[in-house]
């Protein structure tokens, strides 16, 4: 019997990427590249190979997540599987509970592929509930729980929902859209004293004293078992198909990639709407037995007494929550967690540093990937930065690569034979991944909306008949591998004949201005090509200097990409998983008629940024040049 160790994984990865190097001609940056990256890439290969093997497995025996949770079950049923407030749910609770949910709807007539939507706050019901409908085959749609009126109605409508399970916080949400809603049946989860809605049924009634076993019909692995919906930052939200092969990858793809153990006590403030926290959160509890802390709602406050309270070890982090928590306790560096691993996505490189002197968190992973996409990446070292890296010693046989795009035209740039070109290191371009149908990292299982599926494919990119997913998002990779985030298509805009980078600025201004919420985005201006560059700042105590802004931006910016506006707000707008809403502020602009904040005008002879009213007409008119 051979036994394969991390030594051996580490001496081969030494030796292949020694070839890889030499191969490219770069014998001369041969030590230096071993040295800096003969861990990661070490570390890397081998957590990637256990994740691959174990969904390889999974693949083989055709386990779905039902059935990957009854084998928790086993093995762990009287353990603790769900902390909540002051609850504590074990799997064989979970379990019980999800049965009873299946054999109702089992009553009811479901059968596999009809949908049901959910629209409740994170609580451990919340997920017995979607389990319990995907074990007899039933598709739950995780609705935003922000969402009224024509969005919600929207989500309800794009899966065709035969019912609504819903918590009693949006009874008026629901209430909204009533008469709207045809012969949709409403089920409403009673959390509180609030009395059942008319033409609602009790839900708690309705499964209790179902039976407490059932037999699973969850069908195939590849059967989608959730939709969950993009963030909606530009347009109505699309609902992506999951799969039980997507939701185990995934969620296997953290359990290795972030070195959890079953050990571990995982904190998720997070929605549970949200694959972050739905899927790649979630899938440690249910797939791998990691008892998980939920909490309703995020709160930066209350985030570390929560970890203390339940002893966390591991937790996740999006979009801005790690700033959030920076300015709920700063100054406060002796607070008394056993956090050991926090991951996730769109940490700023300035945030990440404080965050990690401030509260002494030993290993932050910044990670890479979309709800329904194939391009999933982590960074396994804590290089800070960085969002993941392509092994060296498999770099030729990715399937991630990043090439030229045009963003006049929307389009890839392509040879003379119509390739694609791939962007040397160091270049930004769009990162795309292949298609393999076959391989469950690779898949792409689109939305619902054939059309929305299609819009993300790119097909003939390397070779004839190949198929890439479009992940929207520019990126550049270093000599090391190692892979950045640089703009989100769209986020880039045109300035005087020149290319803006939005992250860049965001970035700068942020090391002129401390730990400050800001946004940087493109606005039309009349009677101009292009857009301009704006700023918005979260301002509430008026501390923000414009003229140190103004020099800052001077000094270390071309005269192009210096925000021609600023915007001084109290509060960012945001949506549900804490992304800024930059369409939303693109399409305010800076209109003085209608917008009350205070906003201002960069002033190039002074080098300060002045107020927008007191040149506004002049600006208008074309009288103020740019």
Request: glycine share 8%; net charge positive; proline share 3%.
């Amino acid at each position: 019997m051979i036994v394969v160790s991390m030594r051996h994984v580490g001496v081969a990865s030494f030796v292949l990427a020694l070839i890889w190097i030499f191969a490219r001609g770069r014998r001369y940056r041969l030590f230096y590249i071993i040295y800096k990256t003969w861990r990661r890439e070490t570390l890397g290969v081998w957590r990637g190979a256990k994740t691959i093997l174990t969904a390889l497995m999974i693949e083989m025996r055709n386990e779905t997540i039902p059935k990957l949770f009854q084998k928790t079950v086993r093995r762990k049923g009287n353990k603790i599987a769900f902390y909540f407030e002051d609850e504590q749910w074990t799997f064989n609770k979970v379990d019980e509970y999800s049965n009873k949910v299946a054999n109702y709807f089992l009553c009811l007539g479901y059968k596999k592929g009809d949908s049901v939507a959910l629209l409740l706050e994170n609580r451990p019901e919340y997920v017995a509930i979607w389990l319990g409908l995907a074990k007899i085959g039933v598709v739950t749609a995780l609705i935003n729980n922000n969402l009224v009126s024509k969005s919600l109605l929207h989500c309800i409508s794009i899966v065709n929902a035969k019912s609504i399970i819903f918590g009693s916080d949006f009874v008026n949400a629901v209430a909204d859209i009533q008469s709207e809603l045809g012969g949709t049946m409403l089920l409403q989860l009673n959390t509180s004293s609030v009395e059942v809605m008319r033409n609602a049924l009790d839900f708690q009634k309705c499964i209790s004293g179902r039976p407490k076993t059932v037999s699973l019909r969850c069908g195939d692995m590849n059967d989608t078992i959730l939709y969950i919906f993009t963030s909606g930052t530009t347009g109505l939200p699309k609902a992506a198909k999951i799969t039980s092969s997507k939701y185990s990858f995934s969620a296997l793809g953290v359990y290795y990639m972030v070195g959890i153990s079953e050990d571990d006590i995982y904190y998720s403030p997070l929605p549970l709407y949200h694959a972050s926290a739905g899927m790649l959160s979630l899938g440690l509890c249910l797939i791998c037995g990691v008892p998980i802390a939920l909490r309703k709602k995020f709160s930066a406050s209350a985030f570390w007494s929560d970890c203390i309270k339940y002893n966390c070890t591991v937790t996740n982090y999006i979009g801005e929550t790690c700033r959030y928590i920076l300015a709920a306790h700063r100054g406060q560096t002796n607070i008394q967690h056993k956090v050991r691993s926090m991951w996730g996505n769109g940490l700023k490189t300035n945030v990440w540093k404080e965050f990690v002197h401030t509260f002494n968190v030993p290993n932050i992973q910044e990670g890479y990937g979309s709800t329904e996409g194939n391009v999933n990446i982590i960074n396994v070292d804590g290089k800070i930065g960085a969002v993941g890296f392509i092994p060296l010693i498999i770099s030729k046989f990715s399937p991630l690569r990043i090439i030229k795009y045009n963003e006049d035209i929307n389009e890839p740039i392509r040879d003379n034979n119509g390739f694609c070109i791939e962007c040397k290191d160091g270049e930004p371009g769009l990162m795309v991944g292949r298609i393999y149908k076959a391989l469950a990292s690779s898949k792409f299982e689109g939305y619902i909306d054939q059309k929305e599926t299609n819009k993300k494919l790119f097909t003939n990119v390397f070779k004839k008949g190949d198929l890439y997913f479009n992940t929207g998002d520019l990126m550049v990779k270093d000599e090391f591998n190692y892979l950045y985030f640089s703009d989100r298509i769209g986020d880039t805009f045109r300035w005087k004949g020149e290319n803006v980078a939005t992250a860049e600025i965001e970035f700068i201004a942020s090391e002129i201005l401390g730990p400050v919420d800001l946004v940087v985005y493109g606005v039309e201006v009349p009677n101009t090509e292009g857009k301009a560059g704006m700023l918005a700042a979260v301002d509430k105590e008026n501390t923000i200097d414009t003229k140190k802004l103004a020099t800052g931006f001077k000094s270390q910016l071309p005269a192009y990409a210096i925000p021609l506006f600023v915007r001084l707000v109290d509060t960012m707008p945001l949506t549900s998983t804490f992304k800024v809403q930059k369409t939303l502020l693109q399409k305010e602009g800076f209109d003085i008629n209608s917008i009350k904040d205070p906003l201002f005008i960069f002033d190039s002879k002074t080098v300060d940024y002045v107020p927008l009213v007191n040149v506004y007409d002049d600006f208008i008119s074309g009288k103020r040049k740019l």
